[in-house]
């Protein structure tokens, strides 16, 4: 009789460690983290992000100069390549990132996740992998959706 409580522990760990994968399923749904959603009811999916450069330089009132690189815009290859040039442009010159990228699928907006929840830095190098990640994610969920539009 010891050994259900045990099995069911295991079961419950696994099946709550497979669940955080921010990842599609081989079935159609997507799992964000904190739920997940089934891609096959999804009729519209649409995106947003921003991207802004904090920079080292400071105005005349003494408060840190902003770069928006991009400003709610839709995740594409042009949007990305626009912040991928604008963190080479400005190598050396910024001190820290502010930026969002939400993905609405009808009437639920996921918000993507930012550089700590990826496990990366806030460098040049972790920029660039975060909105690489972030147009990868929506790439594969439009992908997977797009067969099912009315």
Known sequence: MK????????????????????RM???GWYDY?????????VNNIQSKMSFTLVMIQTDNYGDNIEIDL???VAITKENIAIIKKGIKNNSGKWESVTGSCVIS????SLQL???DEYGLDCDDKGCI?????WLETYSDLVDYIDPYRP
């Open 129 to 133: 992998k975060l909105t690489e990640a």
């Open 70 to 72: 991009v400003d709610e």
């Open 113 to 115: 996740p930012f550089f």
């Open 25 to 27: 399923t081989q079935k």
């Open 3 to 22: 050994r259900i409580p045990i099995y069911i522990a295991l079961l419950a760990c696994i099946t709550l460690s497979s669940g955080c994968g921010r």
């Open 105 to 108: 699928f009808d009437m639920f």
């Open 33 to 41: 983290g904190n739920g997940i959603v089934n891609l096959s009811n």
